[in-house]
């Protein structure tokens, strides 16, 4: 494993970016990478709040290394879909979906058991957007969800509060999940 660290100029966040251990991909995450996933989910985030809806798709690379995101794909409350990777001369490399708004009937910072094992089945790592403005990384091969960054760090929906009878971890495998 390698340790990539990731350092953005975002004002909102950048003192909350973690450093991550990952497993080898294909093609290596960037600062780059994070920072196209930063402002796909601010990009996202105000609709899913106000349609209290999930949204999902897939991230890829062209063959200029340049990223492009699917048009988000819109789920229900609790599950999105997103299209199928069959794509022509894009490499897909993530996953990426909205967990809606603030609702403490879910979990909903962190990843869910079905999030990390829908990435692990699809050999697909994932991010993962939080209502109160947190982004989550699924290393499918590590098996494991790391926080990159907390409350806040992206657009948070206003209603959010955090649960003072959870404390979030920086990190969470597959069984750990199941308690939720």
Not at 54 to 60: A, D, K, S, V
Not at 83 to 102: D, L, R
Not at 123 to 130: C, E, F, L, N, V
Request: charged share 20%; net charge negative.
């Amino acid at each position: 494993m390698r340790v990539l660290f990731i350092c953005l100029a975002l004002s909102a966040c950048a003192q909350d970016l973690q450093s991550v251990q990952m497993s080898e991909r294909s093609i290596p995450q960037t600062a780059e990478e994070i920072a196209f996933v930063t402002q796909l989910f601010n990009d996202i985030q105000p609709i899913s709040f106000a349609e209290q809806r999930e949204y999902c798709g897939l991230i890829g690379v062209q063959p200029d290394g340049q990223f492009v995101a699917t048009t988000p794909r819109k789920g229900n409350q609790a599950s999105c879909l997103p299209p199928s990777p069959k794509w022509q001369s894009i490499q897909v490399i993530a996953s990426y979906h909205t967990h809606g708004a603030a609702d403490l009937e879910y979990f909903t910072e962190v990843p869910s058991f079905d999030d990390m094992r829908t990435d692990i089945e699809d050999d697909t790592d994932g991010y993962i957007a939080t209502p109160g403005g947190r982004i989550w990384y699924v290393d499918a091969r590590a098996r494991i969800a790391r926080q990159l960054c907390g409350v806040g760090c992206i657009l948070a929906d206003p209603a959010h509060m955090e649960d003072p009878d959870m404390i979030v971890q920086q990190d969470y495998t597959l069984q750990e999940l199941l308690a939720f």
